[in-house]
């Protein structure tokens, strides 16, 4: 996962004919999530492979694709309806 954001961060990765191509955000998300079918072609502990997967490469790529922030903008819409809601009953 860090080659993968390593190569997201210097804007650039190698293809599997060894060229040079450019390494976008939707590029990065394949194969971070592709990680996780090779975890479970090399191991045999597809539950181990599912924990690890979500601990530690869920995050990142919610990051990317800019869903985690579109929940933490929700939750703070719904925070202030609430709040709002709260004052007009008083």
């Known amino acids: 996962m860090r080659f993968?954001?390593?190569?997201?961060?210097?804007?650039?990765?190698?293809?599997?004919?060894?060229?040079?191509?450019?390494?976008?955000?939707?590029?990065?998300?394949?194969?971070?999530v592709y990680l996780l079918a090779l975890c479970?072609?090399?191991?045999?502990?597809d539950e181990a492979c599912e924990r690890a997967y979500d601990r530690h490469v869920t995050p990142v790529v919610l990051r990317l694709s800019g869903k985690g922030i579109a929940r933490k903008k929700e939750k703070k819409k719904a925070k202030k309806a609430k709040a709002k809601a709260k004052a007009k009953a008083r």
């Open 4 to 32: 993968i954001l390593r190569d997201l961060r210097r804007g650039w990765t190698y293809d599997h004919s060894c060229r040079k191509i450019k390494m976008t955000k939707k590029l990065a998300i394949k194969r971070l």
């Open 40 to 45: 479970k072609k090399h191991t045999d502990d």
